[in-house]
């Protein structure tokens, strides 16, 4: 009985940190997104100087 219990406490903690694993992969994901939207925009207001 004690296994079964262990087993599925470690099941548990794997999943959660998949779970967190994907969600910091998603933030870094649109952080990376966001720096590349603010550089085009930058780089379209100097165009408009040229």
């Not at 548990?12 to 925009?41: C, F, G, M, P």
């Amino acid at each position: 009985m004690i296994e079964i219990i262990k087993t599925g406490l470690i099941v548990s903690l794997i999943v959660l940190l998949d779970h967190l694993e994907s969600k910091i992969e998603e933030e870094r994901k649109v952080k990376q997104d966001e720096r590349k939207h603010r550089r085009t925009n930058l780089g379209r207001h100097f165009d408009d100087f040229s």
